[in-house]
């Protein structure tokens, strides 16, 4: 199915450049191609039996996403220079995603992150998990274990609405599943509206008490393809979890004022890079590599706030990210080395970055973080916009 996959993505840029073309200037937009009313469109390709690829644009911005693993397959946003670049690190085929094992801009959980020890107490039973993240000191549960949701097939539909367009993913997760408790109904959505915003969001409710936290894992590259170190971040974040030598919160909260992970004032993402590996290494003697930290935002999951922004000086692109989670996991794609990606082209370490709107990792197993349950009587609602 490697026709079918790169075929859908070759149309996709080819109407995207004729759109370029024939898109109109606004004064408010240094690209100049600001989307037309009506030009909100959604198609939907079989890449194999039950497996579907959904094309959404509005005519200036657009996506690629498929119901294996709810997995975004492409993100074209114009450069500026009017270039439509995919922002996303992938793969061209379908074999390809279903033999990748970094999650590749693919939803995570049933617990996103790390569970220390791959085990959990709940209600007076105790849970072991799947042990699937090896390090120097220790076991964990990494993104749900061995059975992951990214490599599901979700049921799907496209869907339409006032200024917006989008794909729509269902599925249960049956009561034990990955060694969790409870059935667990999700809905995920994603959505492009035709104020150039990609909305991710995702619902739950479940019929027993049960830890629940839905990220997507999405490499971004607002290049297309090289390292990220230069990419400029600013993060509304004054508090950052103090990870330990398993990769694991510690349960501390620390405050970034005067550390390598201060970006309330923007900076090059790689500028500090160095003093976080050998900070950590020299704390805990683990080989972090790079960002892999959750960082605080001001959000309480009540309502969606501003989390920050990143940017590229070389393409022009910037990507405000805002969301309603506690949480954001960046990770600057540390284990990347040697993955063959995208046109061929070896992904490296540093080649893309990660913004993992979340609940804290391992608060199951931490009193003091806020809650990660999903109980019978509640509803779970994440919500993650990205703006360009």
Request: with cysteine; hydrophobic share 35%; net charge neutral.
């Amino acid at each position: 199915m490697r026709k079918g996959l790169e075929w859908r993505v070759s149309v996709l840029r080819s109407r995207m450049k004729r759109q370029r073309n024939h898109a109109k200037p606004d004064p408010e937009r240094n690209d100049g191609m600001r989307p037309k009313e009506g030009k909100m469109k959604t198609e939907r390709t079989e890449l194999e039996n039950g497996i579907f690829l959904y094309t959404v644009t509005n005519g200036r911005v657009s996506f690629c996403a498929m119901n294996y693993g709810c997995t975004l397959t492409n993100l074209f946003v114009p450069d500026k220079n009017g270039k439509a670049t995919d922002i996303l690190l992938g793969y061209d085929s379908l074999a390809e995603w279903k033999a990748g094992t970094e999650a590749h801009n693919a939803i995570v959980g049933r617990v996103a992150n790390r569970i220390r020890g791959a085990a959990f107490s709940l209600d007076g039973v105790t849970y072991s998990l799947d042990k699937n993240d090896k390090t120097p000191v220790g076991t964990n549960c990494l993104h749900g274990g061995f059975n992951r949701f990214e490599k599901m097939v979700w049921q799907s539909e496209a869907f339409s609405a006032d200024g917006a367009a989008g794909v729509r993913f269902v599925r249960t997760s049956a009561d034990g599943e990955q060694g969790f408790p409870g059935a667990v109904q999700m809905t995920v959505t994603y959505t492009l509206t035709d104020g150039d915003e990609l909305i991710l969001e995702y619902t739950a409710t479940a019929d027993k008490a049960t830890p629940l936290n839905l990220t997507n894992h999405a490499y971004f590259n607002l290049d297309g393809a090289g390292s990220v170190m230069e990419h400029r971040l600013q993060l509304d974040c004054d508090e950052v979890l103090e990870l330990g030598s398993d990769f694991v919160p510690t349960g501390k909260v620390l405050s970034v004022s005067g550390t390598p992970f201060d970006f309330r004032t923007e900076k090059a993402v790689g500028k500090d890079v160095a003093e976080v590996v050998s900070s950590h290494l020299a704390r805990t003697g683990a080989d972090v590599r790079g960002y892999d930290h959750c960082f605080v935002t001001r959000a309480d999951e009540s309502a969606v706030v501003r989390l920050g922004e990143v940017r590229s000086e070389k393409s022009g692109i910037a990507m405000r990210i805002s969301t309603n989670q506690r949480g954001v996991q960046v990770y600057t794609g540390n284990f990347l080395e040697g993955v063959k990606g995208k046109g061929g082209v070896t992904q490296h370490k540093y080649d893309g970055i990660c913004f993992e709107t979340q609940r804290f990792p391992n608060a199951i197993n931490e009193p003091a973080f806020p809650s990660c349950l999903l109980r019978p009587d509640e509803r779970y609602w994440s919500k993650t916009i990205f703006l360009f």
